[in-house]
């Protein structure tokens, strides 16, 4: 008889940036759900590995420490998740800090621009959901203008206010590419592109994005996330193979009732890519 495959899922957020469990809660669930290895990859922050890697530990499920990184690359947001590192590494810990930094002045900004479209009070409501100014981000906002009736979910919120563009919108100035994944291969780690799927790239500049970060070091891509579509599945299979890429999987749960895709609950990986956790067999 076939063993059954590992179920991975190395993309999820607690309470320590965007989620809405803390890190135990997040492992107890993983656990539940039937996940074997597991990542908690908080937007920018560290603070939760601690209590993550416990709770794995005393539940049974291996653990891996992560974080998914904010870089600006050609006017852009693109997120880099880092995978199996020593989360002491100094230049790591400064980097987080730095990039971290300006998150409170942007989420003023943002409510202004918010105020501008007549919806008073967002700073305000958006901190309830997270406490901690300087871990404040349009999510928090997202939460806070379903609570007012303002949008039906998260998603229309993006939509009509927090996207590229739209009324709510303040752009931030985050970690390069070059330092984002420098941080996380100096200590021992793996870069991934987070959720390539999202990001609207003409073919060029994407081409141009993969051989950049291969030539900077970084070694993977998620295929299998739950911010891709079942069709992007396979085109990003296709655009593993193509670059040599490690592929990684990830449900990218923020919350029962704000993800798309449970934890350990996506597909596995197509047979013909190479998972990124078959490196730390």
Same mark, same amino acid.
């Given at each position: 008889?076939?063993?059954?495959?590992?179920?991975?899922?190395?993309?999820?957020?607690?309470?320590?940036?965007?989620?809405?469990?803390?890190?135990?809660?997040? !492992?107890?669930?993983?656990?539940?759900?039937?996940?074997?290895?597991?990542?908690?990859?908080?937007?920018?922050?560290?603070?939760?590995?601690?209590?993550?890697?416990?709770?794995?530990? +005393?539940?049974?499920?291996?653990? %891996?420490?992560?974080?998914?990184?904010?870089? /600006?690359?050609?006017?852009?947001?693109?997120?880099?998740?880092?995978?199996?590192?020593?989360?002491?590494?100094?230049?790591?810990?400064?980097?987080?800090?730095? /990039?971290?930094?300006?998150?409170?002045?942007?989420?003023?900004?943002? +409510? !202004?621009?918010?105020?501008?479209?007549?919806?008073?009070?967002?700073?305000?409501?958006?901190?309830?959901?997270?406490?901690?100014?300087?871990? %404040?981000?349009?999510?928090?906002?997202?939460?806070?203008?379903?609570?007012?009736?303002?949008?039906?979910?998260?998603?229309?919120?993006?939509? &009509?206010?927090?996207?590229?563009? &739209?009324?709510?919108?303040?752009?931030?100035?985050?970690?390069?590419?070059?330092?984002?994944?420098?941080?996380?291969?100096?200590?021992?780690?793996?870069?991934?592109?987070?959720?390539?799927?999202?990001?609207?790239?003409?073919?060029?500049?994407?081409?141009?994005?993969? &051989?950049?970060?291969?030539?900077? $070091?970084?070694? $993977?891509?998620?295929?299998? /996330?739950?911010?891709?579509?079942?069709?992007?599945?396979?085109?990003?299979?296709?655009?593993?193979?193509?670059?040599?890429?490690?592929?990684?999987?990830?449900?990218?749960?923020?919350?029962?009732?704000?993800?798309?895709?449970?934890? $350990?609950?996506?597909?596995?990986?197509?047979?013909?890519?190479?998972?990124?956790?078959?490196?730390?067999?």
């Amino acid at each position: 008889m076939l063993a059954r495959p590992l179920n991975v899922d190395l993309h999820c957020h607690s309470t320590i940036s965007d989620g809405v469990l803390a890190p135990a809660e997040v !492992a107890a669930r993983a656990k539940k759900n039937g996940v074997d290895v597991w990542a908690l990859t908080d937007h920018d922050e560290i603070r939760g590995i601690p209590e993550a890697r416990a709770a794995a530990t +005393a539940l049974g499920m291996r653990y %891996i420490t992560g974080v998914e990184i904010s870089v /600006t690359w050609a006017g852009r947001t693109v997120h880099i998740v880092g995978l199996n590192f020593d989360e002491t590494y100094p230049e790591l810990v400064r980097g987080l800090e730095a /990039t971290r930094s300006g998150r409170e002045r942007r989420a003023r900004d943002m +409510a !202004a621009e918010l105020a501008k479209a007549g919806i008073e009070g967002a700073y305000e409501g958006a901190l309830k959901y997270v406490g901690n100014p300087d871990l %404040i981000s349009r999510s928090h906002f997202a939460r806070y203008l379903v609570e007012i009736g303002e949008c039906a979910d998260i998603n229309e919120v993006f939509k &009509r206010f927090l996207a590229d563009g &739209r009324p709510g919108f303040v752009p931030h100035r985050w970690a390069t590419l070059a330092e984002a994944v420098g941080w996380i291969t100096r200590a021992g780690g793996v870069a991934v592109i987070a959720h390539p799927g999202r990001y609207e790239f003409s073919s060029v500049a994407f081409d141009a994005l993969f &051989r950049e970060f291969k030539a900077l $070091g970084g070694l $993977g891509i998620e295929v299998v /996330t739950g911010s891709h579509t079942v069709d992007q599945y396979s085109e990003y299979s296709k655009i593993a193979n193509r670059y040599g890429f490690l592929s990684s999987r990830g449900s990218d749960f923020h919350g029962p009732h704000d993800s798309v895709v449970d934890l $350990g609950q996506l597909p596995a990986l197509a047979p013909s890519l190479k998972p990124v956790w078959d490196t730390w067999a």
